[in-house]
């Protein structure tokens, strides 16, 4: 079985920046297991996998995986799917993603890049004393969404980026993203984030956790849109708009690799 490979930096301006995942359009659904041994064979933080929607409800069904997990939401391997179909397709300008935990999501052109639309997902505050302990850091203020999603405010970048967590203790605390984000220097806001339970300790550039806290950002700072920019040792810039229940992310993705993957 063949199966089209693309793999996309996304949030990235150039090639080697972002984060890269894999789109894999299928003629219809696998099993999951099969699923998940092409995302372990990719050994990328996602593979996003698409198959038409015959409901006509949206254009693709899409759902995501990482070599440990499929995950009820992904915002970066979206963003990426986004681009392989409208690069695909100079006449469309926009794509329509139906998936089964996260709802309708969306991919419009922008400018040189794309805007996705991820449902908002405010936290609300609690005592994370075990997430705090495991990062090492002096949190200023902790949050949570049930979704799964830590959350610890920090004083500056300069804690953002010197955040250095102890991965097994962190995943111990559950199959849940963890970000720390703090007001940033080149940018309105900085944030990293760690997902060790699913087998990735840190998250290059992650548009789930834009939806997050952003939310959070937007009431903090006073405005619903400000810069955004993720500290891993790739990087990535993003643009952060919330609007009503949504957030809308901006940025620019690169095509990297192109090919076929031979499923046995």
């Known amino acids: 079985m063949r199966i089209p490979f693309t793999q996309v930096d996304a949030f990235a301006a150039q090639a080697f920046e972002g984060n890269p995942a894999a789109v894999m359009p299928l003629s219809a659904w696998l099993d999951d297991a099969t699923l998940l041994q092409i995302a372990q064979e990719n050994n990328l933080s996602e593979t996003a996998f698409l198959v038409a929607d015959v409901s006509g409800v949206a254009d693709y069904e899409l759902r995501w995986f990482t070599p440990a997990a499929e995950i009820a939401l992904c915002g970066h391997a979206t963003l990426a799917s986004g681009h392989v179909v409208l690069a695909s397709d100079p006449d469309r300008d926009v794509v329509r993603f139906r998936?089964?935990?996260?709802?309708?999501?969306?991919?419009?052109?922008?400018?040189?890049?794309?805007?996705?639309?991820?449902?908002?997902?405010?936290?609300?505050?609690?005592?994370?004393?075990?997430?705090?302990?495991?990062?090492?850091?002096?949190?200023?203020?902790?949050?949570?969404?049930?979704?799964?999603?830590?959350?610890?405010?920090?004083?500056?970048?300069?804690?953002?980026?010197?955040?250095?967590?102890?991965?097994?203790?962190?995943?111990?605390?559950?199959?849940?993203?963890?970000?720390?984000?703090?007001?940033?220097?080149?940018?309105?806001?900085?944030?990293?984030?760690?997902?060790?339970?699913?087998?990735?300790?840190?998250?290059?550039?992650?548009g789930s956790a834009h939806a997050v806290v952003a939310p959070y950002w937007a009431e903090r700072l006073g405005r619903d849109s400000f810069s955004?920019?993720?500290?891993?040792?790739?990087?990535?810039r993003l643009s952060c708009r919330v609007v009503e229940d949504r957030v809308m992310l901006s940025g620019t993705c690169v095509t990297t690799i192109e090919g076929t993957f031979l499923l046995p």
Not at 119 to 141: H, M, N, Q, S, T
Not at 152 to 169: G, K, M, S, T, Y
């Open 99 to 206: 998936t089964r935990q996260s709802g309708m999501l969306e991919v419009a052109r922008d400018g040189a890049g794309y805007a996705l639309a991820l449902p908002a997902l405010p936290p609300v505050p609690r005592d994370l004393l075990g997430v705090v302990a495991a990062l090492g850091v002096g949190a200023v203020e902790t949050l949570w969404h049930d979704g799964g999603y830590a959350v610890a405010v920090l004083a500056d970048e300069a804690a953002v980026r010197d955040c250095a967590p102890d991965q097994i203790a962190l995943a111990a605390q559950g199959r849940w993203l963890v970000i720390v984000t703090a007001p940033g220097e080149t940018s309105d806001i900085v944030s990293r984030a760690f997902t060790p339970a699913f087998g990735i300790p840190e998250d290059p550039v992650t």
């Open 228 to 236: 955004a920019s993720q500290a891993s040792a790739r990087g990535g």
